[in-house]
């Protein structure tokens, strides 16, 4: 390729007013004549059967008048999982060929696993970028390794870097959304103001969607745009401004089997599922290859305050769903008064289907189910009314989540059932569109949203992208579909596997093995396999194995080849926690010892100290007056987290149980003056569920002011990322005893020193405070 210099045809003088001059060799790529803007709005954990466009009871009035408007999608599918979902929305490539066979948070060091795009992956926003579009990302951003996510973490898989101008948003699998982690652009920021003065991450993306869209126009109005807008939506927590979940109240106290029948008969009507098709049963995995973890309770063995509860859980999640969807109606608005919308392509979907990880109880602090500790219903009852605010950190039972993918079985997670794949989408672009509130049945998949784009805009994935051949796009572009309800599927075949679920659709068939997710039960070369006709049975509810042998025989093989070319081997299906807790490389080498210090951003916990499962000592040097109040040392939230500070002018330690109990340890009034202020827990043995139980005990100077039994949690305090803080306590409060963000005043805190070692508290009192010292 000829460089800027070797094409240059101006002559070059020894005076500039001799010389001419030949721009053409350093200008920057113009977008195609005429190219749309994309907007792609992409829900979380959103079945089939959830939104009123598709026969839902959620009413969705920007989705609907987008369907309405444009065309429906009744079988277009997902990987079952966020992180992989969004990787092929980002290359057009297969999941394990974009590394991402998991979420972030579950790489492992095989080549479909290794949670890092590789470079023969350009994306989407590179490409556009490239060809000049303007480009924005905004809400959930999953798909960087978790010890990338720090302030001096690599930024080498963050957005700025795959081809996206702006990014405003979370980092993560989810987030608080009365609380949120932000990141604009490449550093952490503190939220703009509070929930008690209105504020929700849904509003807030919806607020900087615009802002971005309008300062772009501002300064470049004839440059298109491209934008990917993931909200924290329908992910737990489900987050809900009360008056949209009391829109809902007694719409779902028929119950989760009421409701598929109900559902199903509207899907039919709308043309979504075809006549006759059957539903399936609610618990259909056979029960020595079932995680009990998302088994369903039927609606009629359950008593009448669970009946209450988990009402209210749907009734909560559907709130959530709309008030989102309001927010994106006033973007569409906006591009409707800013004369933008008829040139917009919009692809309205969700990642995967409805989410089981609320467990056959629900729970009022999702954090659980990654913890592996079970909900009690006296427990969740204390919040009914409350559901949906900042005190609870909620998600409904799986009979939510089987009635949400009706009619399929399953939900997400499960790859090899279109429950957990099979998810809505709607594409609306006036100028390129003519049919309006059309329902296209060509199967097609998550892969083939970048070709589409492709097509849309002229372009193509390069063959070569900044020196690295590019693998060949995995996906087909759906455009011939727009103009054509009865054109024939393109799509010849997809694999599916995630989390030791695995199926094979090819020219109408699907195979699917009988395995459930993160079970740890392995023997994946015992697994029956099921076989169903998708273009004659729906909703996969006939198992035609034994008719059709060689059938099945013929997509297992085309499973096992489309497995050796994606990267998918091997498989795994072990727990949550073991898959959470493989031992990942560090940028940073192993250590016992952690030191922090007041004013720093927030640390990660995928890079801060790691306290799970072992004994372990706090120790702070502070300098305080007669008026200090505030945190000295906080991680994690109110739904599980640890917190030293001091109140009233006494020292407080408060571990916080999966928001169950606060576990508190208090001194006495401390004197003004210099001291050495910590803690120490030596951990004896582990409870039912992985807990680690021990004693605690607190201390100022070298005198221990409380002692007593307490319990760690075993796993992560959470998922949404409450970050590490020294001085002061982001997000939400790790404890009621204070409020947010409860900053440190009236001293000064010289270091906080968090160790894991063996060594006792004492002779670690001493040399932290030489280290601090010297520090």
């Not at 790529?29 to 466009?53: C, E, H």
């Not at 390129?432 to 059309?438: H, L, N, Q, R, S």
């Not at 690295?468 to 694999?495: C, H, I, W």
């Not at 073991?578 to 030191?595: C, M, Q, S, W």
Request: aromatic residues 12%.
């Amino acid at each position: 390729m000829a460089t800027a210099n070797e094409q240059f045809k101006g002559v070059i003088k020894l005076d500039v007013r001799d010389s001419t001059p030949d721009w053409k060799p350093f200008e920057l790529k113009q977008a195609p004549k005429g190219a749309p803007n994309i907007l792609i709005v992409l829900y979380d954990d959103t079945g089939l059967a959830a939104w009123s466009p598709f026969g839902g009871r959620i009413n969705m009035p920007t989705l609907q008048r987008l369907a309405d408007n444009g065309l429906m999608y009744s079988q277009w599918h997902t990987t079952a999982l966020c992180s992989p979902t969004r990787s092929t929305f980002l290359t057009g490539r297969n999941h394990h060929v974009n590394r991402c066979s998991c979420i972030t948070e579950g790489s492992q060091g095989f080549p479909g696993w290794a949670g890092r795009l590789p470079a023969e992956c350009a994306t989407i926003g590179q490409v556009l970028q490239d060809n000049g579009f303007s480009t924005f990302w905004l809400g959930k951003e999953h798909n960087i390794p978790e010890e990338d996510i720090s302030s001096g973490g690599s930024r080498s898989e963050w957005p700025l870097s795959k081809g996206f101008d702006r990014f405003y948003g979370f980092l993560g699998g989810e987030t608080n959304n009365w609380y949120p982690d932000l990141v604009e652009d490449n550093r952490f920021i503190e939220q703009p103001y509070s929930p008690e003065e209105g504020y929700h991450l849904s509003k807030d993306l919806a607020d900087q969607a615009i802002r971005m869209i309008r300062d772009q126009k501002s300064g470049n109005p004839s440059k298109p745009w491209f934008m990917w807008f993931c909200p924290g939506a329908n992910h737990a927590p489900h987050h809900s401004p009360k008056e949209y979940a009391d829109k809902y109240k007694g719409k779902f106290d028929d119950g989760y089997e009421a409701y598929r029948e109900w559902v199903l008969e509207k899907m039919i009507a709308k043309g979504i599922a075809p006549k006759g098709t059957q539903l399936t049963p609610i618990n259909p995995v056979p029960e020595d290859a079932a995680n009990p973890a998302d088994a369903v309770r039927p609606w009629n063995t359950l008593n009448a305050d669970e009946k209450k509860l988990f009402a209210r859980m749907a009734e909560v999640y559907a709130g959530f769903s709309e008030y989102t969807d309001v927010q994106v109606g006033r973007i569409v608005e906006y591009l409707e008064k800013s004369g933008q919308l008829d040139n917009t392509v919009i692809f309205y979907c969700s990642d995967n289907g409805a989410s089981g990880e609320g467990s056959p109880n629900g729970s009022v602090n999702e954090n659980k189910f990654f913890n592996n500790y079970p909900d009690e219903l006296a427990e969740n009852m204390k919040y009914l009314e409350t559901l949906g605010g900042a005190d609870t950190y909620n998600h409904y039972p799986t009979g939510w989540a089987v009635a949400f993918s009706t009619p399929f079985q399953m939900f997400k997670r499960y790859s090899q059932y279109s429950g957990g794949t099979c998810c809505p989408l709607v594409i609306h672009w006036p100028n390129g569109i003519k049919a309006k509130g059309e329902v296209r049945t060509q199967y097609h998949h998550s892969v083939d949203i970048v070709p589409t784009i492709l097509e849309i805009t002229g372009l193509e994935m390069p063959k070569v992208y900044r020196g690295a051949e590019q693998y060949p796009l995995n996906g087909v572009s759906m455009k011939y579909t727009f103009d054509n309800a009865k054109a024939p599927t393109t799509k010849q075949r997809q694999y599916y596997s995630m989390l030791g679920t695995r199926g094979m659709w090819m020219d109408g068939w699907k195979a699917a093995a009988i395995h459930a997710p993160l079970t740890g039960k392995g023997n994946f070369d015992k697994d029956k396999w099921e076989l169903y006709h998708i273009d004659e049975d729906y909703s996969e509810s006939t198992n035609l194995a034994d008719k059709y042998p060689d059938k099945l025989k013929a997509l297992i093989d085309a499973w096992f080849e489309e497995a050796e070319k994606n990267f998918v081997l091997p498989l795994d299906d072990r727990t949550a926690m073991e898959i959470l807790g493989v031992d990942r490389p560090k940028a940073e080498p192993a250590r016992t010892r952690y030191v922090y210090y007041s004013g720093t951003e927030p640390v990660p916990e995928g890079v801060a100290v790691s306290i799970r499962g072992r004994s372990y000592k706090i120790i702070a040097d502070v300098d305080i007056t007669h008026q200090v109040s505030g945190v000295i040392f906080a991680h994690g939230s109110r739904f599980g987290g640890h917190a030293l500070f001091i109140k009233d002018r006494m020292l407080f330690y408060v571990y916080n149980f999966l928001g169950i109990s606060e576990q508190k340890f208090v001194s006495k009034v401390i004197n003004a003056g210099k001291h050495t202020l910590g803690m120490e827990f030596m951990r004896e043995k582990a409870g039912q569920y992985g807990e680690s139980l021990g004693t605690t005990r607190l201390y100022v100077d070298d005198k221990v002011v409380a002692e007593g039994p307490m319990k760690t949690q075993a796993g992560k305090f959470t998922l949404s990322g409450d970050g590490l803080c020294v001085g002061f306590d982001s997000g939400d409060n790790v404890s009621q005893e204070y409020k947010n963000p409860g900053r440190f005043t009236g001293g000064t805190i010289l270091g906080v020193v968090i160790d894991v070692s063996e060594k006792v508290y004492l002779d670690l009192e001493k040399e932290a405070a030489g280290a601090l010292a010297r520090d």
